[in-house]
């Protein structure tokens, strides 16, 4: 990964919700993507290439949906190709992430201990948080 797109890439970062950056820096997804790229015999301008897609669905400026699509559009692979790259990185990078933030969101609901009234009440108000502020 070049270092601007670093850079770039912990602004965006940086912008995001503790969890979710907790998640991204849980593991190394440049160095991932650097891999899969390699294996599935990419130049460098085209790893960097998937690197800024897969960047982009990680900060959320690109959907999960479109990735494969994004990955041969702007990649230039084929269409096989390109879904096979969108699966690997998805198992490697996208649904490990997601695992992480899924334990951190279910810890953080287990230690704030929630009453049964909380839920009662909840349901009473027909869903509006608002009534709770």
């Known amino acids: 990964m070049t270092k601007e797109l670093q850079q770039k890439m912990s602004e965006e ?18 160095d991932i993507s650097w891999k899969i790229g390699k294996k599935n015999l990419l130049t460098e301008s085209e790893i960097n290439d998937l690197q800024i897609e897969t960047g982009l669905v990680l900060v959320g400026l690109s959907e999960l949906d479109s990735f494969a699509i994004n990955i041969e559009n702007n990649v230039g692979t084929a269409t096989t190709e390109s879904e096979e790259i969108a699966k690997e990185i998805y198992d490697e990078i996208f649904k490990p992430m997601a695992d992480k933030m899924e334990i951190m969101v279910k810890n ?8 049964w009234d909380q839920r009662v009440n909840f349901i009473i108000s027909g869903g509006d948080y608002s009534n709770f502020l």
Request: charged fraction near 25%.
């Open 13 to 30: 970062i940086a912008k995001l919700p503790r969890y979710n950056q907790e998640a991204i820096n849980s593991l190394d997804w440049g």
């Open 108 to 115: 953080k609901i287990k230690s704030q201990n929630p009453k």
